[in-house]
């Protein structure tokens, strides 16, 4: 058996060994990844271009970009476009028009941003005084684990170190328009988000004198595969993971901001800070008890060149 | 959306199936169509003619995982175009260097042996199955999604040098398996 021969038979590896292989996590299975036994399925030659719609076809490009350059550097928002969170879905009623430009996602959060145009004075004003919130709840319509029957997983406020809660958003002007960054934790508090539940983003007025304002203006949001990530490990056993978009310290918080100023060493030797990729954080409480603190980045990097983090006065690396 | 009301939605020829195919598993087509193809440009064309050539091929399959069948066709339109543009000389062609790799493997057969591909997938997943996880996974990445020695480190955290030596050890693996399952003189 020749070479060729060899290699066209690779081509019918079982789907199992495919998926398996898939990723950067692969070695280790973590438990979001279910294995699947799958028969081998035959499949149709390729085929020539069918023509479909352009915009269901063509490679999704940010409708507004400028939304997503309030919280990523330029570089980044061409990654989220290259390598294919950006959305374009839009949301629409007689007061607002809402863009989901794109959804980024890795194990600890989920990060949807959205360009909210008003298009009346009642929605410029409700959104200038910044008087709602996003919310999010199971497509299904199952609860939450954590949270009470019915409740859904709704915003606190502003971003705002400390507060309860799995889901923070950001508002930023952008000229007419409202950007908003949504930070979907998928564990905060006791509550837990179950990553491949899909999840719908509406928002609330907050005061009666804007009650039905954002009526319809929902998405189902993507589920797309989540970003490249890993855990590294402390000479004490704490745990920390790291990804393209952010990272999250598993066993506690920080006791000052000083403990925040991280560093974050790469294989080919550069140093980046948390001056160049960012602070902007959250207590997660996990279980309910004073641990875990999330960071995201607002750059993204590559999380499998990383070779250490040094935060909380202590470095972290692989196992 | 999930898989199967994924396709649902291209059994009942809905387009919006395409758009939401797109979303979830666009970065994973980039992946595999990337390891093959180094221009953006050749890439999205890639993954635009995958997800034309999905659209036709269901219905009438309906396969268990759209994920791995979607990849398969992404595979398939970027090796062909590689190898397109090879014999146009229009740029390196990795196939070609996984074809010197498994050179080692090859065996000394009869080369009119023909066989179909039941008979193919039947050797292969007999050996993959025959492999740890770990090796599999290299194995995996390699041949099939043809990712570079220094991606598959990077990706399952070990060295180049271990990638490479595993890959050699696979190879001759591969050869003996071949070789006690009879294709050889």
């Known amino acids: 058996m020749n070479e060729n021969k060899i290699f066209e038979m690779t081509s019918h590896l079982d789907d199992k060994y495919i998926l398996e292989a898939a990723g950067k996590q692969s070695i280790r299975q973590t438990k979001h990844h279910k ?23 063509a490679v999704a490009k940010l409708t507004n970009k400028k939304s997503v350059e309030q919280y990523y550097d330029s570089s980044a928002a061409e990654k989220i476009e290259q390598e294919g969170y950006a959305v374009g879905k839009v949301s629409k009623n007689t007061h607002f028009e809402a863009v989901l430009e794109s959804v980024m996602r890795d194990e600890y959060r989920c990060i949807p941003i959205i360009t909210l145009k008003p298009l009346d004075d009642t929605a410029v004003k409700c ?43 950001d508002p930023q002007k952008d000229g007419d328009s409202q950007a908003v960054k949504v930070f979907i934790y998928y564990k905060n508090g006791k509550a837990v988000i179950e990553p491949n539940k899909q999840l719908v983003l509406s928002f609330k007025a907050l005061s009666d004198d804007y009650k039905g304002l954002f009526d319809g203006i929902r998405f189902e949001l993507p589920t797309p595969e989540m970003v490249s990530g890993k855990m590294l490990y402390s000479p004490s056993g704490n745990e920390l ?71 909380y006065g202590e470095t972290y690396k692989s196992k | 959306m999930n898989d199967s009301e994924l396709i649902q939605l291209l059994f009942e020829r809905d387009e919006r199936a395409i758009g939401e195919i797109q979303i979830k598993y666009a970065a994973y087509c980039r992946y595999i169509a990337g390891n093959i193809l180094s221009s953006r440009e050749d890439i999205d064309e890639v993954l635009n003619d995958a ?6 091929s269901i219905p009438p399959n309906r396969p268990e995982s759209l994920k791995a069948y979607l990849g398969r066709i992404t595979r398939n339109i970027a090796i062909d ?12 062609n990795t196939t070609q260097e996984v074809l010197d790799e498994l050179k080692e493997a090859a065996t000394r057969g009869q080369p009119e042996q023909e066989l179909d591909a039941k008979q193919l997938g039947s050797l292969i997943n007999g050996f993959a199955a025959q492999l740890e996880q770990k090796q599999r996974v290299i194995f995996v990445k390699r041949y099939w999604y043809l990712c570079s020695s220094k991606q598959i480190a990077g990706e399952c955290g070990i060295s180049v040098n271990s990638v490479n030596t595993t890959l050699h050890r696979l190879r001759k693996q591969l050869k003996k398996y071949l070789e006690q399952e009879g294709y050889d003189i």
């Open chain 1, 35 to 57: 294995r699947i036994s799958a028969k081998f399925v035959a499949i149709a030659a390729a085929a020539a271009v069918m023509t479909v719609t352009a915009g269901a076809a």
């Open chain 1, 127 to 169: 959104m200038s005084e910044l008087r709602y919130d996003p919310v999010i709840e199971y497509k299904d319509g199952s609860s939450v684990s954590g949270m009470a029957d019915g409740e859904p997983v709704n915003n606190t406020g502003m971003i705002n170190p400390g507060s309860r809660g799995a889901c923070f958003y």
């Open chain 1, 241 to 311: 993971y790291i990804s393209k978009i952010g990272m999250a310290e598993l066993s506690k918080v920080p006791e000052s901001p000083e403990l925040l100023k991280y560093k974050v060493h790469f294989a080919n030797g550069t140093v980046k800070t948390y001056s160049e990729l960012g602070m902007q954080g959250s207590n997660l409480q996990l279980d309910g008890k004073d641990k875990g603190w999330a960071i995201n980045f607002g750059t993204l990097i590559d999380a499998d060149q990383v070779e250490s983090v040094e935060i």
């Open chain 2, 51 to 56: 997800l034309g050539a999905l659209w036709q």
């Open chain 2, 81 to 92: 175009k590689a190898k397109k543009m090879a014999a146009q000389k229009r740029g390196g």
